[in-house]
Structures are given as C-alpha cells and as structure tokens.
C-alpha cells in the first residue's frame, strides 16, 4: 500500500516544485533520476488508464503492462507489479522483459514465491483453479482450490471471503482442515465467514442455502437463525440483493397464504417476492420463468414488471430465454403455453413452433425423460424430429428413448438407497461375480445424472441420513434399498447384499409416456392463486 507519490517525491530533483506537478509527472521524474527503480515503474502503471500510454525520457512509450513489465525487470523479486498485472488481465497471457509468457495463474504463482503470505493470491489462485486442477508452487508444494483457499485463511484467520470461498467449494458434507487444527463443514465456514463480517451480505445467503428446511444455527454474535431469517438479513444488508428475494420465494413455494416480513417492514408473498427480484435484476431468467408457470393457466392475464413492461406468460418465458438461453424450464413452459398451429419468435430472432421448442429443451436438459415423452404425443406415426445431436427420431424411438431414460432413473435410485445402507467396509456382489464398494455403488448411481460421486460417497454425507432415519428400525433402510433395487436392476439381474440377501430385477413396467401433467397443472395453478393474493400488478389481457 505504497503512497506513490511520497515515493516519487523522495526520488526528486532537489529544486522540483512539488505542487507544479501531478502524480505522474513526479513518478516519470524519480524514473529519469534512477532508470531501475521498479517501485516508481509500479507506481506509473498503476496510475496509468488501461487505454493510456506513457512516455519517458529516454523516448520510450509504453502502456500498463508495459510499464508493470519493466517493474518486473528492474526487479524479479518485487511481488507488486506480478499481483497489478494479474487485477488487468483477462484471459490473454503478458510477456515479460525476459521473454516468458504468463497467464493469471503464473502471476499468482510468482507473487506467492515473492511473498509466501500473500493473502490475496492464494485467494485469486484458488478462484481460477478448475474442479480437481492442482497448480505447483515454487516451494515445490502442489496445491488445490481448497488447499490454497486454506493457506489464504492461514495468511489472515479474520479474511471473511477466503472462508466462504472455501466453503463453495466443499461437496455436501465434506469437511477441510485448517492450519489452526479446525475441522469444518460448508455452514461452519459461512458462519465464520459472517464472524468476520457481521453484514456479509453473500454469506447470509449461502449459510441459508445450505441449511436444511427446520434448522437452525447460531453465530458467532449470539444469534440463532433459520433459512429465511438468513435471507432477511441478507436483504437487510443489500436491498437490492435479487438472489435472496428468489431464494425466500422458494421457502414460500409450498404455502400459498404465507409471507415474509422484510426488514423495512413489508409483507411479501410469492409472487411479489418474484417482483422484487425482478426490480433488482431486470436480468433474473429464474423470476421471469416462475411468474410465467404462474400464469400459465390463463394465458390473458398480464404483469406489470418494475420497469414498466407489460407482460402476458409466453412473453415472461421468452425473458427468461433471453436471460439463459440454455434454460429448459423456460422452454418447456413456453412450449405448454403455445398452441400448435402457432410460432414464437425468441430474442436472438429465431422463430420456433411447440416441437422445436421441446427439441431446444431437450438440448438443454438431455436426461429429461418427460420432455421426450412430450414431443413423441406431438408426433403423428410416421413424422421425425432432427435433434440438436444430428439424431432424427420417429415418435416410436422417442418412446423407446423415454423408457431408457425411466429405466436408468430407477437404477440411480435404486443403487443411491443401496449406498444410503451401506456400512464404508460393506460391499455387494452382482450376479456376474463382480464386486462392488461403496464409492463404486456410488459411482453407477450418479453415472446417469454425471454428478462426481467421489465427493459424496463419505461416511459425513450417509451418516446423516441414517441418523434422521434411526428411529424407523433397523431393517427400515434395507428394506428401501431391497425395494428400490427390484425395480432397478434389469429383469433376471441378482445382487447378494452383506448379509447373505440375494435381490433379483423384476420385468420392467411398461414406461408412461404422458409425464407427469397432473402434477405440472396443479404447480402452475398454485402458482397462479398466489399472483392474484399477493395482488402483483396484474391486467386483463383486453386492457
């Protein structure tokens, strides 16, 4: 946290009148008294625009990085220019003096070998990393996101943004080391998180996100809180925080007649709660889809947005479309709004009719097996569909797809209530003589979903289930598992249990190919009731 221009000023001709001249000017004096003072080439970079360049008076011009680059090469081991450059840069690479090309993650790296305890570094590190990417250091370690999330806590124990960066990035019930010893969960660290930032607006949310339905936790002030009290204090610190105001609509998404009482004292119900999130972000595709579910049962009625916009339910969808073009919900939903015969025109300009809008939410949602159902009702014998992937499909073969899809379905429930029995040490035995562990059993139950198993088969995460359910008996989770697997695995297929229990695949049921409608209409009815009591602004479609 240099003061460049008492830096500069130190570095002046003696007869310099200080208050002739700007920032700059100081700093490219103190460079014509000493050419290799790579704090002054630091300085100038940073107190140059990005669009900007400079001359020196050897003639040279150079820009920012060009500037932070001759900090470096007067200098190698001076950390400040390495952390400048790595704020500037985007996804291009900087040369250096010497001729190395570096990316973001180098910079980090050579800031860390300048200053072992560099907070900030271990955290931009760690947030750049990928999902099971290791980077080396130059002390030879090799770390991971978590790991180095950890070393930045170690640099600051009261740095609330390492805590809950290192909490996103723990798995369900995974648990990380600190160096001070403590072993903690995802909640613990958004909890210590807000102890170092008692208005830590995104903690509030992420702390409500992962707690579960009734229950409560207490802060380090003293505090205990649920979910939606979380989620109030969020909006208390930030007004205009959209993603609580989506994610207090989803407690309410059961409870028609509930609201929630905000900090400035309003009662808001569902619908207005979709409104508020709206007006923070005129962007939220998830506000605009579940206003449009709402009013898909009367296709003329319309909403007034906090902008001003007047909107009927298929032009809400397409809001959504616009905001994630790779949202199925939004697709299906403007889909079961269209009628056949009509088109819709989305933002990007394209105009499809009700059947490519299923193939569109299939591209997005692939394992939908419901989606496939809906098209192949659409089909007349003999007519094909071209999906996104180059297939061109009949209505038979999307049949046959959607009893595929149900069948693989059944078999992840099925191996997931085998893995919730499990013991750690347990395995099974299929028909074929294979065998197969706990994180295997895990494995083929999230190969359908493409879900990492790695992170979830631990004792931490099954633990817990069986503790909620120990009071239903001991046979009462084998009996699930023994049930699940009978429909899971495929006609004639055995497995041999622990305890000497063989389960064999019974004839698979002919798969249902109207989805779950009944379920769907009685949503968006609910839904809809809630729009009329929360008394959003709605209009007949004739005004």
Not at 23 to 51: H, K, M
Not at 60 to 86: M, T
Not at 510 to 515: H, T
Request: hydrophobic fraction near 40%; charged fraction near 25%.
């Amino acid at each position: 946290n240099l003061d460049f221009t008492a830096l500069a000023c130190t570095c002046m001709h003696p007869n310099t009148q200080t208050t002739q001249m700007d920032q700059r000017q100081l700093l490219l004096n103190a460079i014509s008294l000493n050419s290799n003072f790579s704090a002054v080439y630091a300085g100038l970079g940073f107190v140059t625009a990005a669009d900007e360049t400079v001359q020196l008076h050897d003639g040279r011009v150079l820009d920012k990085r060009q500037l932070l680059a001759e900090a470096i090469h007067c200098d190698p081991d001076y950390f400040l220019p390495y952390q400048y450059l790595c704020t500037i840069l985007g996804e291009d690479v900087v040369q250096l003096r010497d001729g190395r090309e570096l990316d973001r993650k180098q910079l980090c790296v050579e800031v860390i070998r300048c200053d072992a305890d560099n907070l900030n570094s271990y955290g931009i590190l760690g947030c750049l990393l990928a999902a099971g990417e290791t980077v080396q250091l130059h002390d030879g370690r090799v770390l991971d996101s978590k790991q180095l999330l950890v070393e930045a806590i170690r640099c600051n124990r009261d740095g609330s943004k390492a805590y809950r960066l290192l909490g996103l990035a723990l798995a369900a019930g995974e648990t990380v080391q600190l160096h001070d010893g403590r072993v903690l969960v995802e909640k613990q660290l958004y909890v210590e998180a807000l102890r170092c930032d008692g208005k830590y607006r995104d903690a509030f949310c992420d702390l409500g996100a992962v707690l579960a339905a009734d229950e409560m936790v207490q802060l380090h002030d003293g505090r205990v809180m649920g979910k939606k009290q979380l989620f109030v204090e969020a909006i208390r610190h930030d007004p205009d925080l959209a993603v609580a105001y989506r994610s207090l609509a989803e407690l309410l998404d059961d409870d028609e007649d509930e609201k929630v009482q905000l900090p400035d004292g309003r009662e808001l119900g569902w619908g207005l709660l979709q409104w508020e999130a709206l007006r923070c972000d005129p962007d939220c595709g998830e506000a605009y889809c579940e206003l449009a579910w709402g009013l898909s049962e009367d296709a003329g009625v319309k909403v007034r947005l906090p902008d001003g916009r007047v909107l009927d339910c298929a032009q809400m969808f397409v809001e959504a479309i616009r905001c994630r073009p790779d949202y199925s919900e939004a697709f299906l939903g403007l889909a079961k709004v269209l009628t056949d015969a009509k088109t819709v025109q989305l933002h990007d300009g394209r105009v499809l009719d009700k059947k490519q809008l299923y193939v569109e939410a299939i591209r997005c949602k692939s394992k939908d097996a419901d989606v496939y159902s809906m098209l192949a009702n659409l089909l007349a014998p003999g007519e094909t569909v071209q999906m996104h992937d180059g297939r061109v499909l009949d209505q038979q073969q999307l049949r046959d797809h959607v009893a595929l899809q149900k069948a693989a379905e059944k078999r992840r429930t099925a191996f997931l209530a085998l893995a919730n029995w499990l013991r750690p040490d347990e395995s099974v035995t299929m028909g074929d003589g294979q065998t197969l562990s706990l994180k295997q059993v895990m494995d083929v139950a999230f190969a359908f979903s493409g879900q990492c198993s790695t992170r979830l088969a631990n004792e931490h995460y099954f633990g817990g289930m069986r503790a909620t359910l120990a009071g239903a008996g001991p046979d009462y989770l084998k009996n699930i598992a023994v049930s699940s697997l009978r429909k899971g695995l495929q006609p004639g297929e055995t497995m041999r249990l622990p305890d000497g229990t063989v389960v064999e695949g019974e004839a698979a049921a002919a798969a249902a190919a109207d989805g779950d409608k009944g379920k769907e209409e009685a949503s968006s009815a609910n839904k809809r009731a809630r729009i009329d009591d929360d008394d959003v602004a709605v209009e007949a479609a004739e005004d």
